[in-house]
Nanobody, 120 residues
Framework: QVQLVESGGGLVQAGGSLRLSCAAS????????MGWYRQAPGKQRELVAT???????NYADSVKGRFTISRDNTNNTVALQMNSLKPEDTAVYYC??????????????WGQGTLVTVSS
């Protein structure tokens, strides 16, 4: 079993900052691309940011310059530093990882989601 556990969501005022963290655990041989997605009420889930094992990053245009994704390959963790938050950033944020498990299967896993609420 491979699981992703997120932490760090909450309520913040517009202009504030939050940091989300996600840890992958279980029978893991290698974690490849990790990322964060979000889903606002009544909307589809969308990509926020991804980071490859080598550290290459990709951001949604709406968060460029405000959010920073990082990872620790030793501990199989990924973080999302969110600055200058806006009310439109309010959503449930999901961690995502592509993982090679102990049975050498290539899996995609999602976290349970963490709510970020930005008040105006």
């Amino acid at each position: 079993q491979v699981q992703l556990v997120e932490s760090g969501g909450g309520l913040v005022q517009a202009g504030g900052s939050l940091r989300l963290s996600c840890a992958a655990s279980g029978s893991i041989v290698r974690v490849d691309t990790m990322g964060w997605y979000r889903q606002a009420p009544g909307k589809q889930r969308e990509l926020v940011a991804t980071i490859t094992r080598g550290g290459s990053t990709n951001y949604a245009d709406s968060v460029k310059g405000r959010f920073t994704i990082s990872r620790d390959n030793t501990n199989n963790t990924v973080a999302l530093q969110m600055n200058s938050l806006k009310p439109e950033d309010t959503a449930v944020y999901y961690c995502n990882a592509r993982v090679v498990d102990g049975l050498i299967r290539y899996l995609e896993r999602w976290g349970q989601g963490t709510l970020v609420t930005v008040s105006s």
